[in-house]
């Protein structure tokens, strides 16, 4: 069965600190791997995308990587500041899904002052 | 550039009573497009998705139907709502290949009383 995990499920850190979002997923076979930001209420914000013959992408303090053979994801976040405060969510895209993401419960996270 | 509206933001419904919800995509032409639903605790999970005009497939058997009747147009309804349809709503569109990057609307909350 094609699977997304998330650990933790929370994290609590204060701010500046650096700090690691896990993802696993069950099968190498994929597209691609998303990382979304979600905001209470509110719907997705795409963060990054890796295709899967990519090893890393970075976005200003965002650096997600990518490790297909042991079918681990992890976002970094630099220098966290108050307002990175949301739930962070990984989907993958398995390879013969017609591009449906099969998603992660998420990580919830809380920067504080 | 390229933007996904989703209407209503919230929703409170009784129960038997029809639904509407409505999904659009401005910017971009034949986008595969999707319905997904976030229950409280879970990840969230594809319910339709389109590759083109009449073209709709379901991942779960359930309560809902989708419509597209026009390319950028996604329409997600109900004869009769259950209890168990309450939930948060979202659409998405990508665009018709299979590496690309899914794009979120705002949500809908609906409450089934």
């Known amino acids: 069965k094609q699977e997304v995990t998330q650990i933790p499920a929370a994290l609590s850190v204060p701010e500046g600190e650096n700090l690691v979002l896990n993802c696993s997923f069950t099968?190498?076979?994929?597209?691609?791997l998303q990382w979304f930001r979600q905001d209470p209420g509110k719907g997705l914000t795409s963060l990054l995308l890796?295709?899967?013959?990519?090893r890393e992408q970075t976005s200003g303090r965002l650096n997600a990587s990518l490790d297909k053979s042991s079918g681990r994801s992890t976002l970094y976040i630099a220098a966290s500041q108050p307002g990175d405060s949301a739930t962070y969510l990984c989907?993958?895209?398995?390879?013969?899904?017609?591009?449906?993401?099969?998603f992660g419960t998420g990580t919830r996270l809380q920067v504080t002052l | 550039s390229q933007t996904i509206h989703q209407w209503p933001a919230t929703l409170v419904q009784p129960v038997g009573s029809p639904l509407s919800l409505e999904c659009t995509v401005e910017?971009?032409?034949?986008?595969?497009l999707y319905w997904y639903r976030q229950a409280a605790g879970r990840g969230l999970q594809l319910l339709f998705y389109?590759?083109?005009?009449?073209?709709i497939s379901s991942e779960v058997p359930q309560n809902l139907s989708a419509s597209r009747p026009q390319d950028r147009q996604f329409i997600l309804s109900s004869k009769k709502l259950l209890l168990s349809d309450s939930g948060f709503y979202l659409c998405?569109?990508?665009?018709?290949?299979?590496?690309?990057?899914?794009?979120f609307g705002q949500g809908t909350r609906l409450t089934v009383v």
């Open positions: 998405a569109w990508s665009n018709g290949l299979g590496n690309t990057e899914a794009f």
């Open positions: 099968d190498s076979a994929i597209y691609n």
């Open positions: 890796i295709q899967s013959s990519q």
């Open positions: 989907a993958v895209h398995y390879t013969g899904t017609a591009s449906k993401l099969t």
């Open positions: 910017g971009t032409s034949n986008p595969n």
């Open positions: 389109s590759v083109g005009i009449g073209q």
